[in-house]
């Protein structure tokens, strides 16, 4: 049973940085893409970040294209997502998400099969 556990968020100012975690269980994280999608209140859950299931390729929301960077440690079933110069926008609770494939990286949220419990980021201003 996969199990994505995510860590790291809290309240940062803008211009501060963070760095998300999600450690994977029940898997083998190298046969699986990995995603990272946000949710503010009020608002659709949406992407934010993308990896294939070897780290060659990523993919990002243009909204944080240039602040944030995805990355993983296959042999740790970690997922990371570097957050920098954050703004108040960016306010939402993160999720980590999985797709089992070695072709497809979704990059919006229905493509993904298994989620964490998510993780909470607030940005003040």
């Known amino acids: 049973q996969v199990q994505l556990v995510e860590s790291g968020g809290g309240l940062v100012q803008a211009g501060g940085s963070l760095r998300l975690s999600c450690a994977a269980s029940?898997?083998?994280?190298?046969?699986?893409?990995m995603g990272w999608c946000r949710q503010a209140p009020g608002k659709e859950r949406e992407f934010v970040a993308a990896?294939?299931?070897?780290?060659?390729?990523?993919y990002y929301a243009d909204s944080v294209k240039g602040r944030f960077t995805i990355s993983r440690d296959n042999a740790k079933n970690m997922v990371y997502l570097q957050m920098n110069s954050l703004k108040p926008e960016d306010t939402a609770v993160y999720y980590c998400?999985?797709?089992?494939?070695?072709?497809?990286?979704?990059?919006?949220?229905?493509?993904?099969?298994?989620w964490g419990q998510g993780t909470q980021v607030t940005v003040s201003s």
């Open positions: 990896i294939n299931y070897s780290g060659s390729r990523s």
């Open positions: 029940g898997m083998t994280s190298s046969l699986y893409a």
């Open positions: 998400a999985a797709k089992r494939g070695f072709s497809v990286v979704p990059t919006s949220p229905p493509g993904y099969d298994n």
